[in-house]
């Protein structure tokens, strides 16, 4: 998730059930499995503390910040003068008898792995010729090695008139991009993305909404920028790995889940806030888009979306920008605006917020820049690229909360149906919606 700031050393991720807020002396042994800790703080600066020393700060709250662990991690956290009470568990109890999971092509109750992800792209797009294009817009760090991995895959959704869906800025119709799954484990954007893609293309021409989108709008949508890293997260089955970043062990070696660059810490724009240490959580890489599938995406949108802004960070895209995109994370219940690099307000904040607040009315989330709602910045994202660099309106949703059955990293399966895509359907209309003048009130 874009919140999730730097990880620690060891961990998969954990909630725990509600602690007592008081002496926050550890009920869980050294080790074991990993749990949310709350740590109550005074300020951001100790939430950045926390993610300079090395911590997986899931999630900040009023007076605390939430960090993933095993009771090793605990002990680490008290020997610095913390004290972190557990909060909620990490696994939601998946699969049951009455969610089975299915033999093939899932894991952890019914989430789909990127094999599957991929085959239903290309069913799709065999069922809907006059309505979906597939492309492979580049390559996974793995595949790249010729060790295996994945294309990172897109797929474009509008009724087809000459010239649409081709990899050329100057489109006749406006776009909306949504990406999910830059972070691994992050499980539950992948589903939100596999739904969208279906409601439009099976609602073309039966619901109002999917029919007016395609109608006049090219909607793509990259379901997993992340492959070879969900790989890890769903190799571990009923028990998924909490791989955040991608695979690539060049610059280090730290072990499963903690190897790789975090991708949404790699873009190009403003690169370089982020920690330089590789067994981190937020490890930014050696460079800007030093990895296979940073490359891939702003590549695709560059060839997606014009630049329509100076390059000033005071430059305001214009009104008569076109372009949304949407990159989905998990969680906090939050949407959240540029700029990650600053905490001051972007040159479109006000727009950005109102186009925000029309989505929010959808799904109740919290509109906020990422300085307001994580309390410290975020260099090198995706949402700051495609706004700093080429003024597409840009936003982060983090899908769900902190606790429950449908919390954490990893919620039940069943919850993506009952409570996730009820809530985020509407606020993905708007937004495609928005595509042809997203800056006008």
Same mark, same amino acid.
């Given at each position: ?6 990880a ?5 991720p ?7 807020a008081?002496?926050?002396?550890a009920?869980q ?9 709350r ?6 600066a100790q ?10 700060v899931a999630e ?16 680490r ?32 109750? !019914?989430?789909?792995t ?12 065999a069922?809907h ?6 492309y492979?817009?580049g390559d ?5 090695k !010729?060790?295996?991995?994945?294309d ?10 000459a010239g649409?869906?081709?990899l ?8 909306f ?16 993305a596999?739904?969208?893609i279906?409601?439009l293309?099976?609602g073309?021409?039966?619901d ?8 006049s709008?090219e909607?793509?949508?990259?379901p ?15 028990r998924?790995l ?5 695979a ?13 660059i975090?991708l ?20 930014q890489g ?7 599938e ?17 390059? !000033? ?20 219940n ?11 307000p ?15 009315a959808?799904n ?5 820049t ?5 309390g410290?910045?975020t ?28 919390? !954490?990293?990893?919620?039940?399966y069943s919850?993506?149906?009952s409570?996730?895509?009820?809530k985020?359907?509407?606020a ?12 006008r009130?």
């Amino acid at each position: 998730m874009l919140r999730s700031v730097l990880a620690a050393v060891l961990v998969l991720p954990g909630l725990l059930l509600g602690a007592a807020a008081g002496a926050g002396a550890a009920t869980q042994p050294a080790g074991g499995d990993p749990v949310l800790w709350r740590v109550p703080v005074s300020s951001g600066a100790q939430i950045a503390a926390l993610d300079r020393a090395g911590f997986d700060v899931a999630e900040p709250a009023d007076g605390a910040a939430f960090v993933v662990g095993d009771g090793t991690v605990a002990d680490r956290l008290r020997a610095l003068g913390y004290r972190p009470t557990r909060f909620d568990t990490v696994y939601k109890d998946a699969p049951r008898a009455a969610e089975p999971q299915a033999a093939a092509g899932t894991f952890y109750g !019914g989430y789909r792995t990127v094999a599957a992800q991929e085959a239903h792209l290309t069913q799709v797009a065999a069922a809907h010729p006059d309505l979906a294009t597939t492309y492979d817009v580049g390559d996974s760090w793995l595949k790249t090695k !010729g060790r295996g991995g994945h294309d990172v895959d897109a797929i474009c959704l509008t009724k087809k008139k000459a010239g649409d869906c081709a990899l050329n800025p100057n489109s006749t119709k406006p776009r909306f991009t949504l990406m999910a799954q830059i972070h691994a484990r992050e499980i539950s954007t992948g589903e939100l993305a596999w739904r969208w893609i279906d409601y439009l293309v099976n609602g073309y021409g039966k619901d109002a909404d999917a029919t007016s989108i395609l109608d006049s709008t090219e909607v793509w949508v990259v379901p997993i920028a992340n492959p070879d890293g969900v790989d890890i997260v769903a190799s571990g089955g009923n028990r998924p790995l909490l791989q955040r970043k991608n695979a690539d062990t060049t610059y280090g070696s730290c072990g499963t889940p903690n190897n790789g660059i975090d991708l949404n810490r790699n873009s190009s724009f403003h690169w370089g806030g982020d920690s330089n240490a590789a067994c981190d959580e937020t490890f930014q890489g050696p460079r800007a888009t030093s990895e296979p599938e940073t490359v891939a995406l702003e590549h695709m949108f560059d060839q997606l979306y014009p630049v329509q802004r100076g390059q !000033g960070d005071n430059d305001p895209a214009p009104v008569t920008a076109r372009g949304t995109m949407i990159t989905l994370h998990s969680y906090g219940n939050d949407i959240i605006v540029p700029w990650g690099w600053t905490e001051n307000p972007s040159p479109n904040d006000a727009a950005l917020r109102a186009w925000g607040n029309k989505m929010a009315a959808y799904n109740g989330y919290v509109v906020d820049t990422n300085g307001g709602t994580v309390g410290y910045k975020t260099t090198g994202t995706t949402d700051d690229f495609t706004y700093g660099h080429l003024g597409v309106a840009s936003v982060t949703f983090e899908v769900g909360g902190s606790s429950g059955s449908c919390g !954490g990293f990893f919620p039940k399966y069943s919850c993506v149906d009952s409570l996730f895509w009820p809530k985020n359907k509407g606020a993905f209309v708007v937004a495609a919606k928005a595509a042809a003048a997203p800056y006008r009130p």
